[in-house]
């Protein structure tokens, strides 16, 4: 049975944050954001363009630019940043950083890598350990596992621009419960454990390798446009985690951190239920903002509370929502990025 419990994570001392910013901005910081490997491969498509928001948000869009990997040692000669950021996966063995970093050092910039697909990859971190002046890690128990100095936990976060959406009680929600999402084993299992409650229910469970399992499940790749939409029509998401591991097999390193979509979904407004599994989730949010569930029980209680209560699901919703505008977006994240390069003397 999950634990109860009401104490609200601490929000970010705003004075630290103003300072931060007032720094970066007294010296004109320019950011080049570039990302590894096949962008579109990445398994959150959204990420390098909510990053770019949230360096836009801190330092000013004029002074933000991007730039595939291929390109971005030519890109550092031109255009003179003073942070080269790297976002994304470093697994590719096409995937170079080395000349990158190389570049940016010749003009005194400052490099960054913020690790985004860990632990899944985390036996090619070596690819880019060496290379950079600071690494950020998205998963708080799998940056322990980096050999070196200056390696930092930063999870993942929302977008005020590409996930917020104001929060309403009206319109009609047909869909009982939904999960948007690749089919992991993990997550087939998790769901196959709640038949006995989603199959009383109006069911919508959508993503690659979900048709097999019949009536309200569909193998279809949905576009962030329409999940919105989805999450609008839905009484209740489902929050799963993935157990899909590309290179992790010399720690076996557990997931610790909520992925993006935790984040998206409380910025659209979604009223989520989370599997508690490993994932520190008491670290971003409440009970109160997101109920957990454990197992069946734990679900059909937390269904029975909820589904038919219009006004318990809107204000879980609305207090997830101001958690994450206050605390989870990306400028939150590149906020923290600046105050740790200059705790460190890497930026005035």
Known sequence: MAVKTNAKPKARKSKEVEKSLNAGAAVQHRV?????GRFESQANAQVRESVMDGWAECLGEENVASVHISGAAASIQYLKPTIVFAIGSYLPESTYFGEVCREARKIGAVTVFWATEDPYEQDAHYRISND???????????????????????PLAASRKLHYVPLTEEGERPIDVLFCGVAFTSRKDVVASLMPVLSQLNIKIIGPGWGEFGTGFSDARIEKDQLIELYRRSKMVLNLGRSLHFENNRYVITPSTPGPR??????????????EDTYEMRRYFTTEEIPPFSNLVDFERVVATYIKDD?????????????TLAEHTYGNRIRTVIEKLQSEGLLA
């Not at 080049?32 to 590894?36: H, I, K, M």
């Open 132 to 154: 950079f002046d600071v690494v950020f890690s998205c998963d708080h128990w799998g940056h322990n596992f980096y050999q070196r100095e200056r390696v930092y936990h930063l």
């Open 262 to 275: 935790t984040f998206e979904a409380a910025a659209a407004g979604a009223f989520q239920v989370f599997h």
């Open 311 to 323: 006004a318990a699901r809107y204000r879980a919703s609305r207090l997830a929502q101001e958690r």
């Open 32 to 36: 080049l954001v570039c990302s590894g």
